[in-house]
């Protein structure tokens, strides 16, 4: 199958979900994971329409945005280690995966040196497994309220990754706990909290039937890496 093919077929399974759920595709952003593959490959989706890109890993990824230039938006959906917060603000529209305060914290320091706010997601890790990033169920209150009191950050919303399932089916009770939790967490802190990222490429129609806004899509659109 071609990339045009590919991310054609992606859009209509988005649009088909959001027709079961009674939503509005225009509030289901693709984020096209392009970690591994070139810019060239990028470009060649940039062809067909899309604008929006994720990346797992902060030097991977600043190559690749230099390379393929303006016009297109970056968010970082992989795990932000501490020392490579300083490359990482205001290069991604959106941080996906906040997960402690000590990171948040940074981002915060280094983008009011930029004089600029950094948007974010708060990454939760509903299942405590050892083996993921993001932040406990127990823990996310407070670290909401640290995120949301700093000044250089604009949290939008939870980003998570169910663990591994035999059906993707399985996967769904995962998305509607993360919608509840933004739900009683938005009412908490008197804040929109718009977005949720969740759903991959085994299961991101599941994720937009349960409330995604952002789905992180990469190999039923770029194939196998």
Excluded at 9 to 20: D, G, K, M, Q, T
Excluded at 57 to 66: G, P, S, Y
């Amino acid at each position: 199958m071609t990339l045009s093919a590919a991310y054609d077929s992606v859009l209509e399974r988005v649009a088909a979900a959001c027709r079961r759920a009674g939503r509005d595709p225009a509030g289901v952003r693709i984020v096209a994971v392009s970690k591994t593959f070139p810019a060239a490959s990028v470009r060649e989706l940039v062809v067909c329409g899309q604008r929006l890109f994720g990346e797992n890993r902060v030097q991977e990824a600043l190559a690749k945005i230099d390379e393929v230039g303006p016009g297109v938006t970056w968010h970082l959906v992989g795990h932000l280690q501490t020392n490579k917060v300083k490359d990482a603000v205001g290069r991604f529209e959106l941080i996906h995966s906040v997960d402690s305060e000590r990171v948040a914290r940074e981002i915060d320091r280094r983008a009011g040196e930029r004089g600029l706010r950094q948007a974010v997601l708060v990454q939760v890790n509903l299942a405590g497994e050892a083996t993921k990033s993001g932040v406990g169920e127990d823990r996310l209150g407070p670290l909401l309220g640290v995120v949301a009191a700093l000044p250089h950050l604009d949290l939008r919303g939870l980003m998570s990754i169910p663990p591994l399932v035999e059906r993707a089916e399985d996967s769904r009770p995962w998305f509607a706990r993360l919608r509840e939790i933004r739900y009683r967490a938005a009412t908490s802190l008197g804040l929109p909290l718009a977005d949720l990222s969740m759903g991959m490429t085994d299961d991101f129609e599941l994720a937009v039937e349960e409330g995604a806004t952002l789905v992180r899509v990469g190999r039923a659109i770029f194939g196998e890496r």
